[in-house]
């Protein structure tokens, strides 16, 4: 008798008379990828965590530094000093362009946001192994984050940049078409959260493409007519600038300066080039991340 109290302490060590039966329904395997619609689902109900780790890594990177903050505005500023002593000044690309501080002003900012998202993201999944290997979350997390942490460094220093363009000679007037820099930034940043899921499924496999993103990211910079004009420059080759007018990194500075710098409306179809690349690269760019989510953790 007591053998066989024991044998039934050792199956049902509760002490229930019967053990209940629980529905597997719904269950996914740890790393196994659900479905779109739970996928995204998933990734916004994490949309607190992902806003507290963009703060947290935007204020780490900072605070190590004796200027803090004030890095987010000096590194653009000094760039631009750069560009204008090359090629303003030396090589006289200025030449034809109304305002060249301000055109420089606004293509070094806006690039650069682009530019940090699009590094930020390729290196993302493998900066992120261990949060991967410790936790069960949407993956794309990673990137969107990076580029969220971006947004937030980015966002003070148009402040900077506006007042920059206003107070600089020759100033300029700033128009109600400045309030259109505001579905810019939405654009770009639409843009460069797919642009980041995209590469950081590739640079999980190919982990060396995180070294030629500087060069690649160079290689962009001197085609989006951020320090001359591609109207200017290409005036005589009529293919080549159609192919450079459609680069979206061209259309968001074009939008800009446009709105802040020139106070003009810019043509409809410059309008669709950033709507179709920014809305395009995000559903590609986050299905081709979403079906590698299985990938990810064999880092």
Not at 1 to 10: D, G, H, L
Not at 46 to 61: T, Y
Not at 195 to 221: E, Q, V, Y
Not at 259 to 279: E, I, K, M, Q, R
Request: net charge positive; with cysteine.
């Amino acid at each position: 008798m007591s053998e066989t109290k024991s044998s039934n302490e050792a199956t049902n060590p509760l002490g229930l008379s019967s053990i209940p039966s629980v529905s597997s329904e719904g269950l996914v395997p740890v790393g196994r990828r659900t479905s779109l619609r739970s996928y995204l689902g998933a990734l916004w109900n994490r949309r607190h965590f992902i806003l507290a780790e963009s703060r947290a890594k935007m204020s780490g990177s900072t605070r190590k530094n004796l200027l803090g903050y004030g890095w987010l505005f000096l590194n653009p500023l000094l760039s631009v000093l750069a560009f204008w002593f090359i090629f303003g000044f030396i090589l006289g690309s200025s030449r034809g362009i109304e305002n060249f501080i301000g055109y420089l002003v606004i293509g070094v900012f806006f690039f650069q946001y682009t530019g940090k998202s699009m590094t930020g993201g390729t290196g993302a999944i493998r900066a992120g192994a261990s949060m991967i290997r410790g936790f069960q979350f949407p993956r794309a997390a990673l990137p969107v984050s990076t580029v969220l942490r971006n947004l937030l460094d980015f966002i003070p220093s148009v402040a900077v940049m506006a007042i920059l363009i206003a107070v600089i000679p020759p100033a300029e007037v700033i128009t109600w078409r400045v309030v259109l820099i505001i579905p810019v930034i939405i654009l770009q940043t639409v843009f460069n959260v797919g642009l980041a899921c995209f590469l950081a499924r590739i640079g999980h496999k190919i982990p060396d493409l995180t070294n030629f993103m500087s060069i690649i990211s160079r290689f962009w910079l001197y085609g989006s007519g951020v320090f001359f004009s591609i109207d200017e420059m290409l005036s005589g080759r009529p293919i080549l600038l159609t192919i450079m007018q459609f680069n979206p990194m061209h259309a968001f500075l074009t939008l800009t300066r446009d709105s802040l710098l020139y106070g003009v409306d810019s043509p409809t179809w410059l309008w669709v080039v950033g709507v179709a690349w920014a809305f395009g690269l995000l559903i590609v760019g986050f299905i081709f991340f979403w079906r590698g989510e299985e990938s990810y953790g064999r880092l």
